[in-house]
């Protein structure tokens, strides 16, 4: 079925333990893309880029599918640059730049082409842009799901709850949970987050797995124990694409394969970490993702006997 | 299968932001049999009290199958006692009071009747003690499963890793393991510990589960999404005791048999937590049991579909 995604096409540049970049491809809306292209074979992008950004990585995102008729090329201006530092234990980080460049009067332009999508994937953006996205369809898609960040429960969380109340999926870490519903306790968080909109709530808990919350039901996803993330860069984006594009190719919306989805989006994100940026998700193939996929499942499976 | 618990019968003195309890019954022996003998009818347990233990919980040990002979009574000394405060988080306390009292100069003697055990238990106490039992038994158990704590790490390293070349399976939490090993990542931790003896070795995450590394597998045990946890003294040796319990009812010792008891494991300690002390523990049913292991099968199951 259709997909399509809203977020940043930019440059990031990288500090970690392990080393730096110069400028490199990065934001959500790429690391989403790229991801859900193993499972979909065509989608669209909106977005937004300047006349800095190179010719090669819009070809490559077309030749894995992607619809570019959406994304905006700002003449004479500079796409949106982002640059952090990663502490030694990876799981926090500076900013050190942001510059918002064309992002900062982003004015979301639905093309015709781009209308009567079935799933839409709002990634982290102001919530009045990707609350301005879903006003511009003439048909609700049949799901849509959205990421956000602690910024803008911070700055403008008036603007993010009536957003919340659009959409079908809300995916976040477990931090922002717990800034956005003040409990501690995430299986609390989960039900006061869903009384604002999203019928699922998926709760990301980066080495520790994945939780999805929906009415009586939960769902934990492990992690692969990694001996090294490399770079932690886009893994939210790519885990969110993964989920998107699983079901966006199998089509069907129910707690059973959003579990499924799940664990493709951890099973791209896995890969995500290994390298700095894209680097790696342009290099895996479809036999490497199910091999991961099988060592979720070898992970995870258990079978009880009864004890007479 | 015939198994033995090594560890205190203590008193407790906990406050939580929930509420503060005067002297209550705990130690790592009492949490460790009274949740095994959920599994196993008989058992055996190695241990010290003063003469002010209450006979009561001593007769409630003993209807639930725990022999014991091997559980010394000084008379004119005094039970162990601990007392401490949990943070909000209750992820974290503080020490007010240790009182070792019979514990310090603990001489494990093991009756005749404690002999030709084939699953044994080490709760937390000095590596020294811990290794003297071992010693003094005269033949090895099929199994020999061990708790340590940071504390040993910091105090006695030497004498701790001449034990831990003595036995099978190391249960330890996250921080102790990256402690014990000098590593952070977990996956890079648990083969260096494995190279100090233990075969098999159970990471606890606390609200995020468990791992289970042996040879070049690895198992990644869910935590139930608690609303409250109420008290978390003793969720480990809970944990443990569910663990072993399943292990010696079974008889198995396998890869495949030890997740389904890290599972009965972790499912005895989400109840434990939901009370103070050993009060939840003392209530629930084999039913409840039960019914928790099934909660903790829908939280992790999922089937992966092909995608054409």
């Not at 709002?122 to 956000?148: F, H």
């Amino acid at each position: 079925m259709s997909l399509m995604t809203v977020g940043s096409v930019a440059f990031d540049a990288i500090e970690t333990p392990f080393g730096k970049t110069d400028k490199i491809i990065g934001g959500a809306g790429t690391f989403i893309a790229l991801s859900s292209s193993n499972f979909v074979k065509e989608q669209k992008i909106i977005s937004v880029v300047g006349d800095d950004f190179p010719q090669e990585m819009l070809d490559v995102l077309a030749a894995r599918g992607v619809d570019l008729t959406g994304l905006q090329i700002k003449q004479g201006e500079k796409t949106f640059f982002w640059s952090g530092r990663y502490h030694n234990d990876m799981n926090s980080r500076d900013t050190l730049v942001t510059e918002l460049n064309v992002l900062e009067h982003f004015d979301p332009i639905i093309p015709e082409s781009c209308q009567n999508v079935e799933f839409l994937m709002l990634g982290n953006l102001t919530p009045t842009v990707q609350r301005t996205v879903i006003e511009r369809l003439k048909v609700r898609p049949k799901l849509i799901a959205m990421d956000t960040m602690n910024f803008w429960m911070d700055i403008m969380m008036d603007e993010l709850k009536k957003t919340l109340k659009l959409i079908d999926v809300l995916i976040i870490n477990d931090e922002e949970a717990r800034q956005l519903s003040g409990e501690y306790s995430l299986k609390k968080a989960s039900k006061v987050i869903r009384e604002m909109g999203p019928k699922y709530l998926i709760i990301k808990k980066g080495e520790h797995g994945a939780l999805l919350f929906h009415g009586e039901q939960t769902f934990f996803a492990p992690a692969l124990p990694l001996e090294e993330v490399f770079d932690p860069t886009g893994a939210g984006d790519t885990f969110a694409g993964g989920f998107i594009g699983y079901l966006a190719a199998t089509g069907e919306v129910s707690f059973d394969n959003m579990k499924r989805a799940i664990i493709a989006g951890s099973a791209l994100a896995s890969f995500s970490v290994e390298k700095f940026g894209t680097e790696r998700l342009l290099e895996i193939s479809q036999k490497d993702i199910e091999q991961r996929i099988e060592e979720f499942i070898s992970l995870t499976n258990f079978e009880m006997v009864q004890i007479v």
